[in-house]
């Protein structure tokens, strides 16, 4: 009976997709001998919108799950000129219902409406991107 109850649970488990906001930091002196013509900073931040796929019994959970998996997936390491690169989780962004049961070529994972001025021309989109959307 238990096993039973138990496969009939994870049959209602669906497919999500979580979008996560990622932040790379890079601290330390670079070693002066390591110094080349790539190295400079030009005085932006970067960060990584990275989309993971998550099985979870509900949407709440899968914000959840994605939050761990994404702390989970913090890195810190040296670069080539001997600083010190952290990415580091910032928070989800979006959580999306992969409504196709099965996963194959061609699945939707991840999708939004975004919405701009009626006197925005469609050729202007491409200008448009996610910092514009994030809260």
Request: proline content about 4%; aromatic content about 12%; overall charge negative.
């Amino acid at each position: 009976m238990r096993k039973r109850l138990r496969k009939k649970r994870l049959n209602k488990w669906e497919w999500f997709s979580v979008k996560v906001l990622n932040e790379c930091k890079i601290s330390g002196n670079p070693s002066p001998e390591k110094i080349d013509e790539d190295y400079g900073s030009d005085g932006q931040k970067t960060f990584e919108d990275s989309i993971l796929l998550i099985k979870a019994p509900s949407e709440e959970e899968a914000y959840l799950i994605g939050e761990k998996v994404a702390i989970k997936n913090e890195v810190e390491y040296l670069n080539q000129y001997d600083e010190t690169v952290e990415w580091k989780f910032i928070r989800v962004i979006d959580c999306f219902n992969l409504f196709d049961k099965k996963l194959q070529t061609g699945t939707e994972l991840y999708s939004r409406f975004i919405r701009v001025p009626d006197d925005l021309p469609t050729g202007k989109l491409s200008s448009i991107n996610d910092r514009d959307f994030i809260e």
